[in-house]
T-cell receptor, first 116, second 115 residues
Framework: AQKITQTQPGMFVQEKEAVTLDCTYD???????LFWYKQPSSGEMIFLIY??????QNATEGRYSLNFQKARKSANLVISASQLGDSAMYFC?????????????FGTGTSLTVIP | KAGVTQTPRYLIKTRGQQVTLSCSPI?????VSWYQQTPGQGLQFLFE???????NKGNFPGRFSGRQFSNSRSEMNVSTLELGDSALYLC??????????????FGEGSRLTVL
């Protein structure tokens, strides 16, 4: 069963507008971490933001914020004031088994295109 | 601090051959994991090594194997290559402190093409 689901294969956003990329997850663990990564066409994976399952506040990192709704098991990424350089693939990931190892599950990604 | 280094960056093999990919993690990072990325499938977890021990393994056949050396460098090997093994293989490292937050730091990947 999919542990991370990203239902938007592709998204378009106008430059300077905000965009939300959806992510839902599935786990019965109490302790887990949620991450978002950006992968430009060059291929490298760039860490954007992290949310721990016990964190009560939504994580923010500059123009990135994570809308964490634990009861709904969603961890949506919000990018404010989109820039052309934001065009990339975005992956949601969950880290589980934090006491016994580092196993990450990734979604299939959302391709974001920023339109000038 | 140098990032995660993967070699080779690109390689072409034929069916039935075997391949070895190498990964040098960030200095001080003891956990190294490997992922296979194919279009439409996202990143699939292969295995994770910590202090030379395989700690987690994904759902891949036994043709996929790996190891980690005492200096934390890791190699993965794929034997009897199949066309479906064509993919970008990503290595990632982190400090490996269990129970704490910590993001993966990725290398640029090794792009394998099987003909």
């Amino acid at each position: 069963a999919q542990k991370i689901t990203q239902t938007q294969p592709g998204m378009f956003v106008q430059e300077k507008e905000a965009v939300t990329l959806d992510c839902t997850y599935d786990t019965s663990d109490q302790s887990y971490g949620l991450f978002w990564y950006k992968q430009p066409s060059s291929g490298e994976m760039i860490f954007l933001i992290y949310q721990g399952s016990y964190d009560e506040q939504n994580a923010t990192e500059g123009r990135y914020s994570l809308n964490f709704q634990k009861a709904r098991k969603s961890a949506n990424l919000v990018i404010s004031a989109s820039q052309l350089g934001d065009s990339a693939m975005y992956f949601c990931a969950m880290r589980m088994g934090m006491d016994t190892g580092n196993q990450f599950y990734f979604g299939t990604g959302t391709s974001l295109t920023v339109i000038p | 601090k140098a990032g995660v280094t993967q070699t080779p960056r690109y390689l072409i093999k034929t069916r039935g051959q075997q391949v070895t990919l190498s990964c040098s993690p960030i200095s001080g990072h003891r956990s190294v994991s490997w992922y296979q990325q194919t279009p439409g499938q996202g990143l699939q977890f292969l295995f994770e090594y910590f202090s030379e021990t395989q700690r987690n393994k994904g759902n891949f056949p036994g043709r996929f194997s790996g190891r980690q050396f005492s200096n934390s460098r890791s190699e993965m090997n794929v034997s009897t290559l199949e066309l479906g093994d064509s993919a970008l293989y990503l290595c990632a490292s982190l400090e490996g402190l269990a129970g704490g937050p910590g993001e993966l730091f990725f290398g640029e990947g090794s792009r394998l093409t099987v003909l």
